[in-house]
């Protein structure tokens, strides 16, 4: 089946920005429609049919080993959708506009920050790196602004570097077959986590979203690791 | 006359009989993967807006089969159009460069007109004084009307940065404006037009109405003649 022209406009917004949180792509659903005087919500429903129309791109572009998928900010829980590359390998493949340095130090920076145990590291230890890349400080540190600018990173509250979720979207199976002993799968939905919530007795991590909505109703959580059943302390969490 | 004609007639033959060599020994499977490479990377390229080269291609992508060339591009320029609404143009004929470019005029995300960001402003500005101009400015009087309003290319812009080397070198390149000497003009005279991106990517209607702002003018149809201009241009638009 062949797109219409607002699909491809909805479709190169994407490859233009990466990810737009949910709240901005109902946004941009309607400006298409309008646009393209197209029907905004479906006649049975009453609702924005987004899903449908995202659907039939996707079947278009995954040829292309490209995909439109759903991805939850671990830090907030706000949902987004991002364009991925699905080939493999796709960090190497995620950009040829990066220089290999770059990219050389990124995959350093990924592999830092999902050995961290805490899904951060600082930007004096970031910078560091850069000396192992054949980079100077300076030009790592654009390179981190540039990838913060691009959504692959973000900067948390405390100045550390973390993975951005158009990131983690897009790395996720490369980080798990790349790190296995230090990448870490949510107890709940069994995705990669990388800035969650730990059992302080068991490995058991999870997401901080599906966190809250397993522990919603416990007035004393405990680990979901039925062998541990230990204390589940956070909700201040980092 | 008659032998030389004969004589490229049987040259070209001789390519297409090779190209087609090369395409008769790949399978379907093989062929559409190079085509998916081949999109992909003219994707990914793209996002610079620079011109990509037919020897970047080569090498990158086709490697040993570069011979089919012709005929990867074509299939990948009609994948290009048919799933990503975007158009696939050889910069000139025979250049062996080619720029990526969208469908849409006045895509809110694609171009400038997205929040606030600085870079856009600029080429804005610049396209604006080109188009008030009556599409065509000479170097020094597009000079002059930058320098009216606090831009001096000959320093360093703290906002803008280097203006001339993006005026004369980026935006050249990435295809927004074109920069060439005037003809016959003694002495030697460069002037600016819109560029093959400005035109295709960018309504006139759009930078009328960005003028309009940073004048403060509520309505652009007081400048008659470039709202004429810009209307007429949107007029035949797609819906
Ligand atoms: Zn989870
Ligand atoms: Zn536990």
């Known amino acids: 089946m062949a797109l219409e022209k607002a699909h491809k406009f909805f479709l190169q917004a994407f490859i233009a920005n990466g990810i737009f949180t949910a709240r901005e792509v109902h946004k941009l659903y309607r400006e298409t ?19 449908p129309f995202v659907e039939s791109i996707n079947m278009n572009i995954k040829p292309f080993q490209l995909e439109m998928k759903k991805a939850v900010d671990e830090a907030n829980g706000v949902s987004s959708f991002v364009l991925v590359n699905t080939a493999d390998n796709s960090l190497t493949k995620l950009s040829s506009t990066y220089s290999e340095n770059e990219l050389e130090l990124f ?4 592999e830092k920050i999902v050995g961290s145990g805490t899904g951060s590291v600082s930007s004096i230890e970031a910078l560091n790196l850069s000396s192992t890349c054949k980079m100077k400080k300076p030009e790592a540190e654009s390179f981190f602004t540039n990838m913060i600018e691009h959504k692959w990173l973000k900067k948390i509250p405390d100045g550390h570097y973390a993975l951005a979720t158009r990131c983690i979207a897009e790395c996720d199976l490369y980080i798990l077959q790349q790190y296995p002993d230090d990448a870490r799968t949510c107890n709940m939905c069994c995705r990669l986590v990388i800035q969650g919530e730990s059992c302080r007795e068991c490995n058991t991590t999870i997401h901080k979203h599906c966190s809250q909505r397993y522990f919603k109703d416990e007035v004393v959580p405990v680990c ?15 | 006359m008659a032998d030389e004609t004969q004589l490229m007639f049987s040259q070209e033959e001789q390519t297409v009989s090779k190209q087609s060599k090369v395409l008769c020994q790949l399978s379907a499977e093989e062929i559409s993967k190079i085509v998916v490479d081949l999109v992909r ?16 291609i080569n090498k990158t992508v086709l490697g040993d089969k570069s011979r089919g060339f012709d005929h990867f591009i ?3 320029k009609e994948r290009l159009s048919l799933v990503f609404g975007m158009e696939l143009i050889e910069l000139e004929l025979n250049s062996k460069s080619y720029i990526l470019l969208s469908e849409f005029q006045d895509h809110p995300y694609l171009n400038c007109y997205s929040a606030g960001k600085t870079e856009c402003s600029l080429l804005m500005i610049i396209l604006s004084f080109i188009f008030m101009n009556g599409n065509v400015i000479s170097d020094n009087q597009l000079y002059d009307c930058l320098r009216r309003i606090g831009i001096d290319i000959e320093f360093h812009h703290e906002v ?17 404006v074109e920069y060439s000497r005037v003809v016959g003009a003694e002495p030697v005279q460069h002037e600016f037009k819109w560029g093959l991106r400005a ?3 960018l309504s006139k209607l759009k930078v009328l109405d960005f003028v309009a702002k940073i004048y403060g003018e509520e309505d652009p149809s007081n400048w008659t003649s470039q709202w004429e201009q810009a209307n007429a241009e949107n007029a035949p638009n797609e819906s």
């Open chain 1, 224 to 238: 979901p690791n039925q062998a541990c059943n230990a204390e589940w302390l956070h909700r201040q969490s980092r």
């Open chain 2, 41 to 56: 990377y003219l994707l990914i390229m793209s996002q610079k807006k620079l011109p990509i080269k037919r020897s970047d």
């Open chain 2, 160 to 176: 803008f940065g280097d203006v001339e080397n993006k005026l004369k070198k980026d935006y050249v390149r990435q295809g927004y």
């Open chain 1, 107 to 110: 995959k350093k920076l990924v």
């Open chain 2, 74 to 76: 074509e299939m990948a």
């Open chain 2, 199 to 201: 035109r295709k990517e």
């Open chain 1, 33 to 51: 429609c309008e646009r393209f005087d197209r029907e905004f919500c479906d006649r049975v429903h009453n609702e924005p049919d987004l899903g």
